[in-house]
């Protein structure tokens, strides 16, 4: 049996994705029956592939040091529903594209609006960090305060990406979220190879300089194809700054 190893390439990391061609197959390869998801299960395959994406594009377009932020809103500023609050969000944007565009740059930003059970509303924001963003921020943001941290690589964003993707599924405290990103986060193309030999699939090779992030590994049968899969991710020893 052959498989394809799919390869997505970052500055400190590398995401492997290996899953069988479905063009041959060997005595000994073990296929599942195929099942159908449950409602539940697609909900989770969908989140899933919201949270890989949503990394790929924080190990992509992102570093350390530009800001993860908290909008918060002041009790009588709140919206009225989330429809209200992405236009909040949208004036906000148009300030800080104009600035970012004044000083000679792009903004970039990936966001999660959030409202709670007891109807607490916030935006949690990724934005490329320039000189003032900070104040750009306070500018353009006047329903509450603007709460700004440097990032920080620890599993190069796999926490973060997670973080911000979150949805009542996922947290049972909030009651809405509205996830959404900026236009110019282009995703990494992969780099495929095709092995023929299905052998070559026992051991995961590291390259030197790298370590196996080992939460990364995941490995089983697709419940649907019902064809064995696995990935992980490769993190460089030493970040490239």
């Given amino acids: 049996m052959s ?13 492997v994705e290996e899953k069988h061609t479905y063009r041959y197959r060997s005595p000994g390869m073990k296929r599942e029956k195929k099942k159908k998801l449950t409602p539940a299960q697609m909900k989770a395959v969908n989140q ?34 989330m ?18 565009g004044k000083a000679g740059y792009k903004v970039k930003w990936i966001r999660n609006i959030e409202v709670g059970t ?4 916030h935006v949690h924001l990724v934005i490329n960090r320039i000189p003032d ?20 690589e620890k599993g190069e964003f796999k926490d973060l990406a997670a973080y911000i993707t979150k949805t009542p599924e996922t947290d049972k405290r909030l009651r809405e979220t509205s996830y959404s990103t900026s236009r110019n986060l282009p995703l990494p193309e992969a780099k495929k190879k095709t092995y023929v030999r299905w052998r070559t699939w026992n051991k995961i090779r590291i390259p ?4 196996i992030d080992k939460d990364s590994v995941h490995e089983g049968n697709n419940p649907v194809t019902g064809y064995p899969y696995r990935e992980y991710t490769l993190l460089k020893l030493k970040r490239r700054e």
Wanted: charged share 40%; with cysteine; glycine share 4%.
């Fill in 3 to 15: 498989y394809t190893k799919n390869i997505y390439e970052f500055d400190n990391a590398i995401e």
């Fill in 48 to 81: 899933k592939n919201k949270e890989k994406t949503c990394r790929r594009k924080l190990r992509k377009h992102f570093e350390e040091n530009d800001y993860f932020v908290c909008l918060t809103y002041e009790k009588e500023k709140r919206p009225s529903d």
């Fill in 83 to 100: 429809t209200e609050a992405k236009r909040d969000f949208s004036d906000a944007m148009k300030v800080i594209r104009r600035e970012y």
């Fill in 118 to 121: 007891k109807n607490g509303w």
């Fill in 133 to 152: 963003t900070d104040l750009i921020l306070r500018k353009a943001w006047k329903k509450g305060k603007v709460i700004c941290q440097l990032m920080y």
């Fill in 208 to 211: 030197k300089g790298y370590y």
